[in-house]
């Protein structure tokens, strides 16, 4: 039996935003078990700073601090930044982008379910423009421990090739440009695992794990998640089938960098994304062409953020031309018919 339209059950902001940072645990469990603790203290950093910079913009703008802290929409807010960026990032960078997503994109336009960009996305590219050799500092996966993490954060010393290392996106875009290379060859390189970025495989897995418990207790709908993989995996494998030496497979392509992120945290986003069933499609299937046009033929290893905030500016009008047909009427709303 399929429940009338406007028979909903109430959920709460505090909830939704409680259940994302549940989901979000797998994959900082494996983060931490293949690339060290150090995320946890950016987590932490994050989380204050946004804390903090709610609870000032609210006291400005006179309305109730403890509710706006409360909704964990600054907190989410928060993980999504401090999970974009490099774990060894140092404090006063984590700082800045958290300031940019709650200050700049979320209360600037009216705060919570006004902005019409993704925060996170918005602090991530801000970021990698302003400081793109801090933003390329993954920390290397053996040898860093916990304490050298701690020192690099809080501003130590950067011996760049002994604690850093290319991410396998970066090794292949830069790999491939040389001549005669092919993928089978640069992927032979450190950097590579079974099936994409050696390590970040398992962190793949736990936001994947955690997109099928959003998605089982109705937090996100399938067609986003859907559509965005559909589409990187989908373009990723037919340009692999044509030319496999230059092109990487869709199941590298799904198992680096951001993408299981993106598909489950990211495009799903109620705010800044679009609202209607096809909407959400092209949308996020939109965001899936941008990320495989930029790791191919673009100047950063992943394109993630930047697909999102381009799909942000087309929102109005995938949610314009696709309104559901009205219940009772033959045409669409909207004049899509």
Same mark, same amino acid.
């Given at each position: 039996?399929?429940?009338?339209?406007?028979?909903?059950?109430?959920?709460?902001?505090?909830?939704?935003?409680?259940?994302?940072?549940?989901?979000?645990?797998?994959?900082?469990?494996?983060?931490?078990?293949?690339?060290?603790?150090?995320?946890?203290?950016?987590?932490?950093?994050?989380?204050?700073?946004?804390?903090?910079?709610?609870?000032?913009?609210?006291?400005?703008?006179?309305?109730?601090?403890?509710?706006?802290?409360?909704?964990?929409?600054?907190?989410?807010?928060?993980?999504?930044?401090?999970?974009?960026?490099?774990?060894?990032?140092? #404090?006063?960078?984590?700082?800045?982008?958290?300031?940019?997503?709650?200050?700049?994109?979320?209360?600037?336009?009216?705060?919570?379910?006004?902005?019409?960009?993704?925060?996170?996305?918005?602090?991530?590219?801000?970021?990698?423009?302003?400081?793109?050799?801090?933003?390329?500092?993954?920390?290397?996966?053996?040898?860093?421990?916990?304490?050298?993490?701690?020192?690099?954060?809080?501003?130590?010393?950067?011996?760049?090739?002994?604690?850093?290392?290319?991410?396998?996106?970066?090794?292949?875009?830069?790999?491939?440009?040389?001549?005669?290379?092919?993928?089978?060859?640069?992927?032979?390189?450190?950097?590579?695992?079974?099936?994409?970025?050696?390590?970040?495989?398992?962190?793949?897995?736990?936001?994947?794990?955690?997109?099928?418990?959003?998605?089982?207790?109705?937090?996100?709908?399938?067609?986003?998640?859907?559509?965005?993989?559909?589409?990187?995996?989908?373009?990723?494998?037919?340009? #692999?089938?044509?030319?496999?030496?230059?092109?990487?497979?869709?199941?590298?392509?799904?198992?680096?960098?951001?993408?299981?992120?993106?598909?489950?945290?990211?495009?799903?986003?109620?705010?800044?994304?679009?609202?209607?069933?096809?909407?959400?499609?092209?949308?996020?299937?939109?965001?899936?062409?941008?990320?495989?046009?930029?790791?191919?033929?673009?100047?950063?290893?992943?394109?993630?953020?930047?697909?999102?905030?381009?799909?942000?500016?087309?929102?109005?009008?995938?949610?314009?031309?696709?309104?559901?047909?009205?219940?009772?009427?033959?045409?669409?709303?909207?004049?899509?018919?």
């Amino acid at each position: 039996m399929i429940h009338s339209p406007y028979v909903r059950k109430a959920v709460s902001v505090q909830r939704t935003m409680g259940l994302v940072l549940i989901a979000l645990l797998p994959g900082i469990a494996a983060y931490v078990w293949q690339a060290g603790p150090a995320i946890l203290v950016n987590l932490a950093l994050a989380t204050v700073a946004a804390v903090l910079a709610e609870a000032l913009v609210m006291s400005l703008r006179k309305r109730p601090i403890g509710l706006a802290v409360a909704d964990l929409s600054a907190v989410l807010t928060a993980w999504l930044v401090a999970l974009s960026l490099p774990a060894i990032a140092p #404090w006063w960078l984590t700082t800045c982008a958290v300031l940019v997503a709650i200050l700049a994109v979320k209360h600037l336009y009216g705060g919570l379910g006004q902005n019409p960009f993704n925060p996170a996305m918005v602090a991530y590219c801000t970021m990698i423009v302003a400081f793109p050799a801090l933003m390329s500092q993954w920390p290397a996966l053996d040898g860093l421990g916990f304490a050298d993490q701690l020192a690099l954060i809080l501003g130590g010393t950067r011996e760049l090739d002994a604690i850093t290392a290319a991410t396998a996106l970066d090794s292949l875009r830069t790999g491939l440009r040389a001549a005669g290379a092919t993928v089978e060859a640069v992927s032979q390189g450190p950097a590579f695992g079974m099936l994409g970025s050696r390590g970040w495989e398992w962190v793949a897995a736990g936001y994947a794990l955690g997109g099928l418990f959003l998605l089982a207790r109705g937090i996100i709908t399938w067609h986003m998640p859907v559509a965005f993989i559909a589409a990187l995996g989908g373009l990723a494998g037919v340009f #692999w089938l044509i030319d496999p030496a230059h092109y990487g497979s869709p199941l590298f392509h799904l198992a680096s960098g951001g993408a299981m992120l993106a598909a489950f945290f990211i495009v799903t986003d109620p705010v800044s994304g679009a609202t209607t069933p096809r909407g959400k499609l092209l949308f996020a299937a939109g965001v899936g062409l941008i990320v495989w046009l930029i790791r191919n033929f673009g100047a950063y290893p992943d394109g993630i953020a930047f697909g999102v905030l381009l799909m942000n500016i087309c929102v109005p009008l995938l949610d314009m031309k696709t309104q559901p047909r009205v219940f009772g009427h033959r045409e669409a709303a909207g004049g899509d018919k």
